[in-house]
């Protein structure tokens, strides 16, 4: 199981699903999170560290412009050694 963190901007405000009052809004956020959740399992799933053991970490930012209805992802990878970090890098734009 891959650690995987994922924030939620929307209009460049950090927030969290709970404080949202837009129902639509979200849902639409809650489905794009299991997305996301999914994908990097998928991705990152046997990248582990051939000499420490460890699998890397992720935090993903989904920033949300509700004016132009855009979503954004941005990918913030933590890892043993960079040798992991190019691993867990090249699987994810796989
Ligand atoms: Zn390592």
Redesign the pocket.
């Known amino acids: 199981m891959i650690e995987t963190q994922i924030c939620f901007e929307v209009d460049g405000a950090v927030v969290s699903l709970a404080d949202l009052a837009d129902e639509y809004l979200v849902e639409m956020l809650a489905h794009t999170e299991a997305h996301i959740r999914q994908q990097v399992q998928r991705q990152l799933s046997g990248v582990r560290?051939?000499?420490?053991?460890?699998a890397p970490r992720v935090t993903v930012t989904a920033s949300y412009a509700a004016d132009v209805d855009q979503m954004e992802l941005s990918y913030h990878v933590d890892?043993?050694?960079p040798?992991?970090l190019l691993r867990a890098v090249g699987a994810l734009n796989r």
């Open positions: 560290c051939a000499e420490h053991g460890a890892a043993c050694c040798a992991l």
